[in-house]
């Protein structure tokens, strides 16, 4: 009787397991999902006031975030080519009039852009980098991947158990993830940055941006990296210089027609003018980014230790 109970058990592990294990249609990599897309819309809808709450305030300047949103938007044109289902997110690209340099993106499409970090910025093209790098999160999923892997590590046992006894997995696992929404503030892993970077520097060059705007971007955090308090956004990345390496590469390997190519552009004139000219007028006693206020953030790797799925 009890070898029958633990073989069901088991069996039942396996099925959720196998039953999370999707294609991911970005990525072309297969990926433990127990979140569904509705989930994913729902937990980042959640999330986003907190988050605003924590960061914050979100930028009252329309025009601004209106250029923020444009952006951001036309990024996303190329990413929904490759995965249509992601255009059932309701996508918002909110800018935080906050000094702190942080990026970041909730799943179901909410991206978040301090203002500080647009200040370090030069060119739209740097702000397309940061923008389509977020947005490679989220259509990579990387959200919802790490609350599965850690829903697996924690609680397999006990969602298998209900899964078999009731057949409601996926409310039970909803449950536990709306009471998570710190996870959402943890560090990727190193594999997912860099697959943002990639898909971040492919849907730029799709759209005419010259995607050495991504490595200047890294350069630009390289630099403020070796003040005495590094900024947010670099405890949460890796190390900005070997991104640039890695960024560089990717463009003499894949893009190399991009380069001293006029049709991609980094657009300076139009970034100076739409951007921090209006900033450097609205906050002309802002002086130099803070580091303060800070959300609590895991150092990375902090969740290598949790199980894998199909990652082979
Ligand atoms: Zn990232």
């Given at each position: 009787m009890l070898i029958r109970s633990v073989l069901v058990l088991l069996g039942a592990i396996v099925g959720i397991v196998a039953g999370g294990c999707q294609t991911n249609a970005t990525t072309g990599r297969q990926q433990m999902l127990f979140l569904s897309l509705q989930h994913e819309a729902q937990l980042g809808a959640e999330a986003k006031p907190q988050m605003l709450a924590e960061m914050g305030p979100a930028m009252s300047r329309a025009e601004i975030n209106l250029y923020v949103e444009r952006v951001g938007k036309s990024l996303l044109a190329p990413a929904l080519e490759r995965d249509p289902k992601m255009a059932s997110f309701?996508?918002?690209?909110t800018v935080l009039d906050s000094n702190v340099i942080n990026a970041f993106a909730l799943p179901g499409g909410k991206v978040f852009m301090s203002r500080g970090l647009m200040q370090k910025m030069t060119n739209e093209a740097q702000l397309a980098a940061v923008l389509g790098h977020e947005i490679g999160h989220v259509m990579a999923r990387h959200g919802n991947e790490r609350v599965s892997r850690t829903l697996a590590a924690q609680l397999g046992l006990e969602v298998a158990a209900a899964a078999m006894g009731s057949g409601e997995s996926a409310q039970l696992?909803?449950?536990?993830?709306?009471q998570s929404t710190e996870l959402f503030l943890m560090s990727y892993d190193r594999r997912q940055e860099s697959e943002s970077d990639s898909l971040g520097a492919e849907y730029m060059v799709a759209v005419?941006?010259?995607p050495m705007g991504a490595v200047q971007v890294m350069e630009i955090l390289n630099a403020v990296a070796g003040s005495s308090k590094p900024p947010e956004i670099?405890?949460?990345?890796?190390?900005?210089?070997?991104?640039?390496?890695?960024?560089?590469?990717?463009?003499?390997?894949?893009?190399?027609?991009?380069?001293?190519?006029?049709?991609?552009?980094?657009?300076?004139?139009?970034?100076?003018?739409?951007?921090l000219n209006k900033l450097s007028r609205a906050f002309p006693h802002a002086g130099e980014p803070t580091l303060a206020g800070?959300?609590?953030?895991?150092p990375e790797g902090a969740l290598g230790a949790l199980?894998?799925?199909c990652d082979h």
């Open positions: 309701t996508w918002e690209f696992i909803h449950q536990i993830a709306a005419g941006y010259d670099l405890s949460t990345h890796p190390d900005p210089a070997r991104r640039a390496e890695a960024l560089r590469k990717k463009i003499a390997n894949e893009f190399p027609q991009t380069q001293g190519n006029p049709a991609y552009k980094l657009k300076e004139a139009e970034f100076k003018s739409g951007i800070a959300a609590s953030i895991v199980v894998g799925g």
